[in-house]
């Protein structure tokens, strides 16, 4: 263990299961020496947060749906009750009706366009506002982002549009915080199969299509993500914020399909 993270503590949000991004970066922080705290959204995953958390010697999990600001409070209040500082938060949290992650985007709902941007881009500024209060001595904050901000992905739709919303928060966050030492950054995952991304419609088209055409000629690991997860949370990045870094095999420089990639 080198320990990187050795003395930081911080809080994981948005850890399903073994899939998760949220996984992969967690596990990379606990090699370093990082000590985490776990939230997780509804009383149906605290039976496989739990575990989860033990095997990187935590016990400290807690719920937390970060759609409702009393419930965000409580969360923080329980964070607190432990700990008087943190160094660090992850925010892995994304959420859309699935039956608009397909079909058009012309035909997203008022209702759904506010519940996506509600849960996948404004939570990351409420929890940045709480996260503020417990880091007197500087920290970082991470969120997980994808292409679809950037460029029209099929069936990503409003879920695009909230990571664009996502991605210029971090921009502002970065700079409301900078003064204090409070880096905030994203990173830009490739496709992977997690619980959230099963919603997406034809999703295992597009992991195929990345494999077959981003310059590593592979898709990305949550493993890969969490290598760059520690370099974000820690102080290998002390000099940066307010960035949107891709991790996603090079996907994102290719303008056009390979020529060794045959049709699929
Ligand atoms: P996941 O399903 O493992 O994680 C999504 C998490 O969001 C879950 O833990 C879920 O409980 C949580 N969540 C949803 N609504 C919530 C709410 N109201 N309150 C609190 N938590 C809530 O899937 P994942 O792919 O690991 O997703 C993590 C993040 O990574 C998301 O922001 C996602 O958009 C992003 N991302 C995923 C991919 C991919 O291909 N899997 C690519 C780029 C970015």
């Not at 000099?239 to 020529?259: F, L, P, R, S």
């Amino acid at each position: 263990m080198s320990g990187l993270m050795a003395g930081k503590r911080g809080l994981i949000m948005g850890l399903a299961n073994d899939k998760s991004l949220a996984w992969g970066i967690a596990k990379k922080l606990a090699e370093h020496g990082a000590e985490m705290a776990f939230s997780y959204q509804g009383e149906a995953l605290k039976k496989r947060v739990e575990p989860l958390a033990a095997q990187l010697g935590s016990d400290f999990v807690f719920e937390c749906d970060v759609s409702e600001m009393t419930v965000l409070d409580a969360a923080f209040d329980a964070l607190k009750k432990r700990w008087d500082t943190i160094d660090f938060v992850v925010h892995a949290i994304g959420f859309s009706d699935k039956t608009e992650l397909r079909g058009q985007y012309v035909d997203t709902s008022l209702d759904n366009f506010l519940m996506t941007m509600n849960i996948s881009a404004y939570s990351l500024v409420a929890v940045a506002k709480r996260a503020r209060e417990m880091m007197p001595n500087g920290g970082s904050i991470l969120t997980l982002t994808y292409y679809g901000a950037e460029k029209v992905i099929p069936h990503y739709n409003v879920m695009g549009v909230a990571k664009a919303a996502l991605e210029t928060s971090v921009q502002y966050l970065a700079n409301d915080l900078g003064p204090e030492n409070i880096r905030v950054n994203a990173i830009s995952a490739g496709p992977i199969k997690t619980l959230a991304a099963s919603g997406i419609g034809d999703f295992r088209y597009i992991l195929k299509w990345n494999e077959l055409n981003a310059p590593l000629r592979r898709n990305v690991t949550i493993e890969d993500v969490g290598g760059s997860g520690l370099y974000f949370l820690s102080e290998l990045s002390s000099g940066v914020t307010g960035e949107t870094h891709h991790v996603d095999a090079g996907y994102h420089v290719v303008g056009m399909k390979q020529e060794d990639a045959p049709d699929i």
